[in-house]
Structures are given as C-alpha cells and as structure tokens.
C-alpha cells in the first residue's frame, strides 16, 4: 500500500507551468502514418495535421538516469509528485483554432491547473489537470485540458497472460456513416507509439513487467495512441476536416492481443467516437465537432 498522499502539499504544484519547442516534423508524421497503415506519401510540407496526432510532439524529455523502475522520469518535475504507483491518461478536452502544419514550428505552453483527491473503492485516488496552449510562432493553434488519475496498484495477482498478436491495424474497410475499423494491437504498434512519443513507461513494451509487477495479462495500448485512432477515423469519415473541438474519455483498459472495434457515428455538425473490446466492453468515448 502506498503512503497516503498529502494534497496541501501537492497542490503547491498549481500554477507550476513549463513551455517546449519543437517542429511539426514531416518525417514523424509519416512514421505515424505508416504505424496507422495509412499511405505516408500523404502527409507533405504543409499538410494540415490530423487531430491529436499532436501529441508526437513537444514530448517532455528526461535524462535516462532518472528514469524510476516502471520506466517513468522521477516525480515532481513539472507534475506533482503523487505517492500512488499507477498512472491514467483519463481524457482530454481539445478546442482547434486551426490545425498545425506539417514543418512549421511548434511551442506548447503548460500550467498545472488543479489538484484534487477523493476516496475510490480501491483506495484514495488523485486528480490533475493541466491545461495546454499549443503555438506556431506568436499564433495560437490550439487549446488542450488535460485529465490525469493517479491510484494505488491492487493487490499481486497472476493474470491468464494474452497470446502475441499478429493482426494488422486496419482490418476492415472504413464505412461511410457510421465509419468502422477493427484493430488488434501488438506489440510492434505499441513500440512504435511508445518510441514516437517517447515514452519509456515499461507497461508499453516490457511484457515480463506486466505479467510479474504489475499484473496485467498483457501490455498495456496507450489511451492517447486509441484516442488518436478514434478521432483519425472520425477525421477520414469526414473527409479529412479539422474539426472544432473534441473531447475523450478513457472507460476500460485494452490489452495487447485483444481485438477491438473503433466506431465513428457522425450526426448534424458532429460525431460521436468509441473503442469496444471483443467482450463489448466500452473502452474510451469521444465527441467531436466541427462546429457548424
């Protein structure tokens, strides 16, 4: 069990803000696009991005040496430094004033907004949010809030470890209304993600970790790596628009080998996105609107 977290404490991080500089890397993006089995040759200099393909970019970066056991860079930087093992991407609200371009630079301006606790059926549970403001040059492109859980880790247990998957990411063709696609992650996807995003948490790559630390029944699909499929898929069903706003939330974890469903349904100015497991298990939602 984890110290209990001391919230005065960590809420001494709001108001804590850093600003990264980066480019809109053309070759990043075509790497993505490829791991999306998407034709790269697409995605040229000057190419609008597709929506939260983003987050590619102004990714923190942090010496090897202070990396801590699950991979992850040493608390109490930026974040707060909450005493609770386990970490969740839980959902993001985005708001375009127009996409980036593939090329131009990028700055991505932070602050630690809130810090806030309460007690859940496993334990005491901390929440962040962290807003983001997305630049090229003086102009703003986009706003971003951001949600992050922390939690204690269960009890030990010996999960039925998942079989390797071999399945390809696009697996059906895409509909037109409602837009479907079926995708089996593995482990090559997930290092991809893990690699273009540079993050080194080992739930991503490292299966022996997952099995016998965390026990897991597999690797672990980054949310932000599904949130991206979903709103790629909503993004091609609309013919490649840049929308408005869009915003997800995470439901249930997906494992590596488990085949999942992404479903686009688009109504009036807008669509409603989701991520189903095989069981029918609801795994992340989203909404996007293109604000007509």
Known sequence: MSAAPDLDHLRGWVGRSETLADRCDPARVRQLAASLDLDPAQFTDGAALPPLWHWIFTTPLSPLGEAGPDGHP????????????????????????????????????????????????????????????????????????????????????????????????WREPLGANPARCALVPNEVLLF????????????????????????????????????????????????????????FRAQAPVFDAEAITVHSVAAGSGARTEVRKADGTLAQTGEMSWGE
């Open 192 to 247: 991809r993600y893990s690699a273009l995003t540079f993050n080194s948490h080992r739930i991503h790559y490292d299966r022996r970790y997952c099995l016998e630390i965390e026990g897991y029944p597999g690797l672990v699909v980054h949310g932000p790596l599904m949130a991206t499929v979903m709103a790629t898929l909503a993004w091609l069903q609309a013919g490649r628009r840049t929308p408005h706003s869009y915003s």
């Open 74 to 169: 040493a608390r109490g930087g930026f974040l707060p430094p909450v005493p609770l093992p386990r970490r969740m991407w839980a959902g993001s609200q985005l708001e375009w004033l127009r996409a980036p371009r593939l090329g131009e630079p990028l700055r991505r301006d932070s602050s630690v907004e809130s810090v806030a606790m309460k007690q859940g059926r496993s334990g005491a549970l901390v929440f962040v949010k962290v807003r983001h403001e997305w630049r090229s040059g003086a102009e703003l492109l986009m706003r971003e809030g951001q949600d992050i859980v922390y939690r204690d880790a269960p009890p030990a247990a010996r999960a039925k470890p998942n079989p390797p998957a071999e399945g390809p990411v």
